[in-house]
């Protein structure tokens, strides 16, 4: 059974950093993409970063660039979003997701395994 879970979420002040982890289970780990998106309290979920399942090919949305970095620990078949320099309009719950191929893509209809999300929020 594929399962994604996510933790490292938490309360910060702008500015701040935070490590978000998203480890995968019941599927051969290395050959799909993991996506990140987020859902900010009355808006809908937009994409944030990806990568593909040899960790190649990142990409980013562009508020985001420059200060959010995704990683990979194969070893642990998890995936990290760590996130510098945080901005009040970063919070929001975020989730990660495993697509159904190895390109990373920023249409969430590509993923078909969800998180159940972790809470950022982040204080001015």
């Known amino acids: 059974q594929v399962r994604l879970v996510e933790s490292g979420g938490g309360l910060v002040q702008a500015g701040d950093s935070l490590r978000l982890s998203c480890a995968a289970y019941g599927y051969l780990y290395s050959i799909y993409a993991i996506g990140w998106f987020r859902q900010a309290p009355g808006k809908e979920r937009e994409f944030v970063a990806a990568?593909?399942?040899?960790?190649?090919?990142?990409i980013y949305t562009d508020s985001v660039k420059g200060r959010f970095t995704v990683s990979r620990n194969s070893a642990r078949n998890t995936v990290y979003l760590q996130m510098n320099r945080l901005k009040p309009e970063d919070t929001a719950v975020y989730y990660c997701?495993?697509?159904?191929?190895?390109?990373?893509?920023?249409?969430?209809?590509?993923?078909?395994?969800w998180g159940q999300g972790t809470q950022v929020t982040v204080s001015s």
């Open positions: 990568d593909n399942w040899k960790g190649e090919s990142t």
């Open positions: 997701a495993r697509a159904q191929a190895g390109t990373p893509s920023i249409d969430e209809h590509d993923y078909l395994y």
